[in-house]
């Protein structure tokens, strides 16, 4: 699920602003999955600018409180959700840990960098969602721990089925800033996109593996 509707076309309508998402229909990018797509993602653009990274902080922090309640600690994804997790974690008056996106191959083979105790709840802050992989990946870490993992929040999804999918295996509910049917919508409304790139734009959510070849 997405924040509400005003909050969610104002996330988009930032990322496009920045740049921190980019939309090319007709000269696609290529993931380094080797899919083709029209939508490159770095929500990492978003530190840059203070007025937008303190108004995303703030809708983190709303979002945590309304859908989940207050945790006991706040959990990074690495690279994306750290430098966000710790500034929604400073907001709130919270204890900070990430994770790694595998364990360290010497010392203490950390997959969680920070205190967590077992039976602490948690909230994940994730940048961006595509499959839901390396995400997961953070929540099997944390409930290895022995956390009470209450769910993530993200900045931004691209709202593929095999997602939501994951996470409803995994039973681990996932709330983000904005996605991306508000995003093509924001970005139709700002005449970023017409309506013949709309039609591109929306064939690939239905089959992203497949679009451009």
């Not at 997405?2 to 996330?11: F, G, P, Y």
Request: overall charge positive.
């Amino acid at each position: 699920m997405k924040l509400n509707d005003e909050s969610a076309l104002k996330v988009a309508e930032f990322l496009l602003q920045i740049k921190a998402i980019k939309l090319q229909p007709n000269k696609p990018f290529t993931w380094a999955s080797g899919w083709k797509s029209p939508i490159y993602c770095d929500n990492r653009v978003t530190l840059s600018y203070p007025k937008i990274r303190t108004y995303i902080r703030q809708q983190f922090v709303n979002v945590i409180n309304d859908q989940f309640g207050k945790p006991d600690v706040i959990a990074g994804v690495a690279t994306g959700g750290i430098a966000h997790g710790a500034l929604v974690a400073e907001e709130m008056g919270l204890p900070f840990v990430y994770i790694r996106s595998e364990a360290k191959k010497h010392g203490l083979t950390n997959m969680i960098e920070g205190v967590v105790e077992k039976g602490q709840s948690v909230i994940i802050i994730e940048d961006l969602i595509s499959t839901g992989g390396s995400s997961l990946k953070a929540l099997d870490a944390l409930r290895i721990a022995g956390c009470d993992v209450k769910g993530m929040a993200a900045i931004f999804t691209y709202g593929f089925k095999a997602a939501t999918d994951n996470f409803k295996k995994e039973k681990c509910k996932l709330v983000t800033l904005s996605d991306y049917e508000t995003l093509i919508k924001q970005a139709l409304k700002s005449n970023y996109i017409t309506e013949k790139d709309l039609k591109s734009l929306k064939e690939w959510r239905e089959e992203p593996s497949e679009w451009g070849r």
